[in-house]
Each structure stands twice: as C-alpha cells, then as structure tokens.
C-alpha cells in the first residue's frame, strides 16, 4: 500500500492497469482510449438498473473516477462453489441483457466485458456482487464472455476440482446463463478461440515489451499457462461436449 497523492491508496492484484487508487469511496484508473466507451457503458447499466458494476462518475487529472464497491477481489484462479458460479453467472448474464439493442452494442449481440474472470469480480460474503474492470468491453457476441467465463471460473488443468466436476459445473453455467442448443454445441470451441487468441494476445507484448503491462518472464508465464490450458481442454473436449449436450 502506498498512499501516493492526497490520501490515495494503491489497488493491486490488477493484470493489466499500470495504476489503479482508491480515494474513499472512489477508484481513480488512467483514462485511455477505452474511457469514453467504458463511461457510456457503465452509464446505460445505471439506466437500466443493473447495479453489478461501479457506477462511472467523471473524470480527473487524467484518470476515470469510478465509484469504489466494497468487498474482496480474488487474485488467484481457483475452484468456486455452485453457489457461487451460479451468482455470477447471473450477473453476466444481466449485464448483456442490459445492452442487448442499445446503440453501444450496434450490430453485435450485446458489449461483452471481454475479461469476466473471477480476478475482476467483487465478493461480499464470499458470493459475487459485481463486475469490475471495463477497459476491454466491446459490442460482441456473448458466448465469447460465457466461454472465458467457463475456463476462468472453473476449467483448469491442475484439475483440483476433477474433470467430471468441472464439466457438471460448465453445464451448470450454460444452464443458468440459458444458453440455446447451437451455443452450447459451440462453447467448447470458443473456449478454445479465446486460449489461443490469449496466447496470441499476450505474445504480442513479448514483441513489444515498452508496451507491454508485465515482465517478458509473467507474459512468458501466462503464455504457457495459457497453452497448457487450451491443451487439457482438448484433450478432454468430448467430457465438456457430453456435459453440455
Ligand atoms: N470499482 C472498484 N471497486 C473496488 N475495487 C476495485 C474497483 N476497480 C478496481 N478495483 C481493485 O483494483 C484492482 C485493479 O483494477 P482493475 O480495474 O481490475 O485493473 P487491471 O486492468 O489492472 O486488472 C482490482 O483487482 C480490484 O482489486
Ligand atoms: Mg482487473
């Protein structure tokens, strides 16, 4: 903790903002080319009721204002209980239906958030109240959030949960968020896009590393994490497939 200018304390645990602060009930995060998206975003979330978000309040010296929701961010990857998956699942699943046809979505099927994993969600008494850290949110089809949500919340290859759990619990999330039958037929090969497209995503910053949000050594690390992953779900493509079927 760092109390680094008129009693703003330090955020960490963040993967990808350089500097995020609370100031009291505030976040101050540096404004980017995504604020004025992430702004428009989290004000029709306020027109339409959906309170799982920090509420966007404006901006200084340079950086967003959001509002600071109370409660824990887990920093780890780690298995959830179905009470709590089912929790934020629900909360996904409001969040896109509180876009589906406004403007901001456009041609697309609702603003996915692009990054719902369980390291950018509020718990209070440990069940998931909110979605923080808009900066990725863009007009996209919503099984790409489901399929992230999927590996983030509950695929993972050191199988601490086992595999036949995991599946059970990927079934649970189709069911909850109510996924069709072609979406679910289609879940497993876009949790496979978004492994490969993370592989993608972070060796980018390998090429570049003034740009880049971490160390080549922590990219070099979530490149492979991110390989392995999509090489267990591979492997056992057809015991998440059943369960979804
Ligand atoms: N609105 C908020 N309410 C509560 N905590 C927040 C809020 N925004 C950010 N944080 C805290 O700051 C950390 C980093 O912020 P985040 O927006 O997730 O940035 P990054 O892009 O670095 O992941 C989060 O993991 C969380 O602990
Ligand atoms: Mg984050």
Partial sequence: MTDASGGAVALTGGRMASEVFRRDDTVLR?????????ASLLKIFEQQNFLGAPKYLGQVDGKDILSYIDGEVPTKFQPWSDDQVRAAVRLLREMHDATRGSDLAGRFDVVCHHDPGPNNAVFQDGIPAAFIDFEQAAPGGRLEDVAYFAWTWTISSKQVMPLEDQAAQVRLIANVYGLGEAERRALVDCVL?????NVRFWAEFL??????????????DRIAWSKREHHFVY????VFDRALT
Avoid at 235 to 238: G, P, Y
């Fill in 30 to 38: 540096a404004a980017s080319d995504s604020s004025e998206f992430m």
């Fill in 193 to 197: 896009e978004r492994q490969s497209r």
């Fill in 207 to 220: 090429a570049s590393p003034e740009t880049a949000p971490a160390a080549p050594e922590v990219l070099a």
């Fill in 235 to 238: 492997a056992h493509r057809e």
